[in-house]
């Protein structure tokens, strides 16, 4: 361990320290088309497709709590988690890697119980394991799942390309998967100790969303059929918030959005109200929801209109514009990023 | 957990352990080609090169120990150990993913060290980083890096070719990195708590060898110079006898090697020699040497036995006859492995 100068990581944020841990980082192969900073990287073969390739690592304690978090579902979402970043890129995700580190505490058959949801998910969305690594460690358990994908040579989208005057989409809606876990982590301490059942009725819906996450396969699709090409995309894995600070940072461009156009599940409101929270703030600051958000240019308006599961929620303005949020009552708000930084945590 | 069956881990072993997670695992997409079971996945997009990947998790405590592995050589040895695996498969590594799981006891400096080996590697052998995820852990570090490479269509060399009569061939030497970490772990406990330096002189070979282990990116080079294509290879990080089983069990023969022909360098003998172990089971059983293991046709003799930095130690004989080890004095001892198994520890 360095003992001459300390700074610690939480001073930089997770943003911050990734950026200072990559500065330097340049391509130096052909075949690396776009490196790290986005959803994925984009990787390109002589003629053929473009192929993507995306990672993440799980920790546990810090990404999932096991007393509530059944280990089939960890498995199936860590695999959403991954393959909802191929999909960002409008791409089609192929094949995944599955590395685990586990723990003594762990028998053959949770393990295949973890197993059985990665298949699960893998046979959802046609995915194919092709490889991993498992090894032990020396408490809890990490999991690192890495996906590649492909998209026709020219067709992935970055998180770079929004301009002003594109709508600004979001699929789905937001806060639900965020509003799961606060509903768990309540009743994890209400029944703690105790012989009491954990209270889930009519709050199905929020729990499904931060237990059996879905990524947005059809939408990808419904915009390829539909001939919409988004300037920019990414999945909301931290946040909205944080996810269109990304895409304004790397596209060099602002944003409005509309509060009242944020779509919100009543699940959530409801969760929200009784845990004295602002829905709005959840929305935007709550994260694992794996719903696309996606910039389009305007001429596609009645095109995204129309689709099932697509709200348009704002535009992009002129990057002097910064980043805002505009208030039912006509308020400008500054967006901060509110994501979900494990991180600091 | 799962309370009805616990079946421990430990009484499969990794290999029976991998093989029962992923029995079931059959590739459904045209673009893989080879999944589960070797160094690396084999991909094929379009009619371009085979793209392979191949991924390893290192937890702190099981696959180092920072009390004397410096934090750049250990990422260093993270990029050679995954890029190993592209190599033996007769490719190219081109790009690498990294994902880290961080504990609080590490500073920003501690990570950029890390990163610095992890960079310095890449540098050496032209690869390309291009994403990662980088999080917090609750305690001590997790390193997961993913390779990509490629190989020309068709040239990728899996562990499943080795014929009959193919000649045995190993690159380098072994049992080094093995006895470098039985050194350090002997000054770690020899100068704990005490004002001592560790004595390691005369043992500067077997400390690289575990400290900044390199991989045989020249051999590949070589053989194609040479025209000699393996009929199975991969590279040795769990110990000759482990990695020797799977290419016979994946290639349904049996081998002999000989005892006399293992290559061993001479600060191995001697540190062999002063801890009282067997020199050769060390060379049979000591991993993450990352040399080569591979076959080839007995028509290239000449031009193995030629090459610098390969030695023929076998040959490859009919399943019926099973895996053996001819000693000094021709006695045939059956081959075990003693591979180095993290899972077991």
Redesign the interface.
Request: glycine share 8%; with cysteine.
């Given at each position: 361990?360095?003992t001459?100068?300390?700074?610690?990581?939480s001073?930089?944020g997770?943003f911050g320290?990734?950026e200072?841990?990559?500065k330097?980082?340049k391509?130096?192969?052909k075949?690396?088309i776009?490196?790290?900073?986005?959803d994925?990287?984009i990787?390109q073969?002589?003629?053929?497709?473009e192929?993507l390739?995306?990672?993440?690592?799980?920790?546990?304690?810090?990404?999932f709590d096991?007393t509530y978090f059944p280990?089939k579902h960890l498995g199936y979402k860590a695999v959403i988690a991954n393959i909802s970043d191929i999909y960002a890129m409008n791409g089609t995700p192929?094949?995944i890697?599955v590395?685990?580190?586990?723990s003594r505490?762990?028998?053959?058959?949770?393990?295949?119980?973890l197993?059985s949801g990665i298949?699960l998910a893998c046979e959802q969305y046609?995915?194919?394991?092709?490889?991993?690594?498992?090894?032990?460690?020396?408490?809890?358990l990490?999991i690192?799942i890495?996906a590649?994908g492909?998209a026709p040579k020219g067709t992935s989208v970055k998180r770079s390309g929004a301009k002003e005057t594109d709508l600004i989409c979001v699929t789905g809606n937001l806060g639900a998967a965020y509003m799961g876990l606060q509903l768990l982590e309540r009743e994890k301490i209400a029944t703690a100790d105790k012989d009491m059942q954990p209270d889930f009725s009519g709050k199905e819906y929020i729990l499904e969303r931060q237990l059996k996450p879905e990524a947005r396969k059809e939408i990808i699709e419904k915009l390829r059929n539909e001939n919409v090409k988004p300037t920019a995309m990414m999945d909301i894995s931290d946040g909205l918030a944080s996810e269109l600070m990304h895409i304004c940072k790397q596209s060099g461009v602002g944003c409005r959005i509309y509060e009242e156009r944020i779509p919100i599940d009543y699940q959530t409101a409801i969760m929200a109200e009784e845990l004295n929270l602002n829905v709005i703030t959840c929305a935007l600051g709550g994260g694992e929801d794996y719903e696309l958000l996606f910039t389009v240019p305007i001429a596609d308006h009645e095109k995204v209109a129309a689709m099932k599961d697509v709200r348009v929620i704002g535009h992009i303005v002129s990057d002097t514009m910064g980043l805002a949020l505009i208030t039912r009552d006509g308020v400008e708000m500054q967006l901060k990023a509110q994501g979900w930084t494990?991180?600091?945590?």
């Open positions: 361990m360095n001459t100068k300390r700074t610690e990581i001073s930089l997770e320290f990734i200072r841990l990559t330097d980082i391509p130096i192969n075949e690396t776009k490196g790290v900073g986005d994925a990287a990787l073969f002589d003629d053929s497709d192929v390739i995306s990672t993440d690592l799980f920790m546990e304690g810090v990404h096991l280990l192929k094949q890697t590395s685990l580190g586990i505490k762990f028998c053959i058959e949770d393990v295949e119980e197993y298949i046609g995915v194919d394991i092709v490889g991993g690594d498992t090894t032990s460690s020396l408490t809890g990490a690192s890495t590649t492909t494990p991180l600091e945590k």
